[in-house]
């Protein structure tokens, strides 16, 4: 197994039905309701719905179809706190992605960053960072070439722990929550 290191890429990820997804081995949302949803990142696993810790998440945008900017952060060790003023939503999980692959894919099985096989098959952290939801769904055009919606994915090796939601403000959220 490969051993966690610092990685930053950012490349425009598409949405699709308001989401995207971090997908292992047991990707398979069937039957995945909103109950006791935090409006942005959904640690699930198969046929269970919102578990945590999840062995894939999925995580909402406020654009319905089109590019979101993304950021993928991949640490050795936890990383600093959010910068809470930065962000409009931020909500952290435990993974327990089995192991194999993983990535961060968007709605048409592409992932423009490298692969989370580090992470897997040991508990994980994810920090889901988003801004520029609510201007994202109230666009009547998206911009795919300047997105108006930006996230930040962390992903760090840590003990199972409890979500954390830091920070939920937008509008689009409360439609799920």
Do not use: C
Not at 18 to 35: A, C, I
Not at 37 to 49: C, Q, S, Y
Not at 101 to 113: E, K, M
Not at 156 to 171: E, Q, Y
């Amino acid at each position: 197994m490969p051993t966690p290191h610092d990685i930053t890429a950012t490349a425009p990820v598409w949405a699709s039905d308001s989401q995207y997804y971090l997908y292992g081995t047991e990707f398979d949302p069937t039957g995945f309701t909103y109950t006791n949803f935090n409006g942005l990142l959904a640690p699930l696993r198969p046929g269970t719905g919102i578990d945590v810790p999840g062995t894939f998440a999925v995580i909402l945008t406020g654009l319905e179809t089109g590019y979101v900017t993304v950021t993928l952060e991949l640490h050795s060790a936890s990383p600093q706190a959010p910068a809470l003023d930065d962000w409009d939503e931020v909500v952290e999980a435990s993974l327990e992605i089995p192991d194999g692959d993983a990535y961060v894919i968007d709605a048409h099985d592409q992932t423009p960053f490298p692969s989370l096989s580090a992470y897997t098959g040991r508990p994980t952290r994810i920090r889901v960072h988003a801004r520029g939801r609510d201007a994202a769904r109230q666009a009547l055009e998206p911009d795919d070439e300047h997105p108006l919606e930006q996230h930040l994915i962390q992903l760090w090796p840590a003990p199972v722990w409890d979500l954390i939601t830091h920070k939920l403000s937008d509008i689009t959220g409360t439609f799920y929550r």
